[in-house]
């Protein structure tokens, strides 16, 4: 490859990352259909015909950004669950568990704080039937995989068998949803979950539920 074809495709997977990047964004905080292509070119810095170029339609744009941002939440919760594995891996008790899961409920919050894009898109795909998230390529199964871990290694360690649907949506539920109602049902409860401290509240609120699914 010559140096000058490297830097065409150097440029060329800028150019895709930016526009992705606002695409995400204008996609989260507008709808699809309240976001143009060429608005996407001018908030991504490039011409009005470039996201056009690289993916033909908006509807394949905003697919991709679904996959994208879907992507970076699986990564985001598998390293937030890794205590948890860990502790399936080894002989520790409740109490470790407790810890495990405390920072896997801190560091998932965290991950939706920082890409509060991927709640709004998470919501707006609510309103509208869901259809694009059913359609995603690629599974997220990295929170079904911890606890699935967590109930076979547990037998005997204090843990019952749970169903493991049901720590999903207690999780989601204590976690993701209170980030989706930073302005309606939170701020009626004078709570701010961009706030650490309020944050940290609700991480613990949500992991003395799981303990009590988990070990009654």
């Known amino acids: 490859m010559t140096p000058a074809a490297g830097e065409k495709i150097r440029d060329a997977e800028r150019s895709r990352e930016a526009i992705l990047a606002a695409a995400e964004q204008l996609f989260a905080d507008h709808g699809y259909e309240g976001a143009s292509l060429n608005e996407i070119a001018v908030a991504a810095g490039l011409s009005r015909g470039t996201p056009s170029y690289f993916f033909g339609s908006k509807e394949r744009l905003y697919r991709e950004v679904i996959e994208r941002t879907f992507a970076a939440r699986e990564e985001a919760t598998r390293s937030a669950f890794g205590p948890v594995m860990a502790w399936c891996e080894s002989d520790g008790g409740l109490g470790e568990l407790r810890a495990a899961l405390t920072a896997a409920a801190r560091d998932y919050m965290d991950f939706l704080a920082r890409r509060s894009s991927f709640v709004k898109l998470v919501m707006r795909e609510e309103l509208a039937g869901g259809a694009s998230i059913r359609a995603r390529q690629r599974a ?17 360690r204090g843990i019952r068998g749970f169903v493991i649907e049901d720590a999903v949506l207690l999780f989601i539920a204590l976690t993701f949803a209170p980030l989706s109602y930073l302005n309606t049902w939170m701020r009626a409860a004078k709570r701010d979950l961009r706030m650490p ?20």
């Open 140 to 156: 997220s199964t990295a929170m079904e995989d911890a606890f699935e871990a967590l109930r076979a290694a547990g037998a005997g």
């Open 197 to 216: 401290a309020d944050r940290e509240h609700q991480v613990e609120l949500a992991v003395t539920q799981l303990m009590d699914l988990l070990t009654g």
